[in-house]
């Protein structure tokens, strides 16, 4: 497994932008998905986006528009920059790293994203 360590988080008006990034360990260049998480208080961990090996991305529909996701292999991280926030994008955000479904994934400890209205 991969450690990972998240940054980038913190508190934010409503209509804001930040960005967060994932700093893996080892390399990247082979994992077949990397992904940003959330929870909010009371709530079930959701996925928000996620970015394969090669490139393609998905989002939850929730931040399809407002949010991007990429991954600099060279560095051996990824991103997520969040734009136009809304207090309900307050949550802890993780970041979930994957090689393959042979393999158990990674989590990051998280990071404290907090919009306020």
């Known amino acids: 497994q991969v450690r990972l360590v998240e940054s980038g988080g913190g508190l934010v008006q409503a209509g804001g932008s930040l960005r967060l990034s994932c700093a893996a360990s080892?390399?990247?260049?082979?994992?077949?998905?990397m992904a940003w998480y959330r929870q909010a208080p009371g709530n079930q961990r959701e996925l928000v986006a996620t970015?394969?090996?090669?490139?393609?991305?998905n989002f939850a529909d929730s931040v399809k528009g407002r949010f991007t996701i990429s991954r600099d292999n060279a560095k051996n991280t990824v991103y997520l920059q969040m734009n136009s926030l809304k207090p309900e994008d307050t949550a802890v955000y993780y970041c979930y790293a994957r090689p393959n479904a042979l393999y158990a994934p990674s989590w990051g400890q998280g990071t404290q994203v907090t919009v306020s209205s």
């Open positions: 970015i394969t090996s090669d490139g393609s991305t």
């Open positions: 080892g390399s990247i260049l082979n994992f077949n998905t």
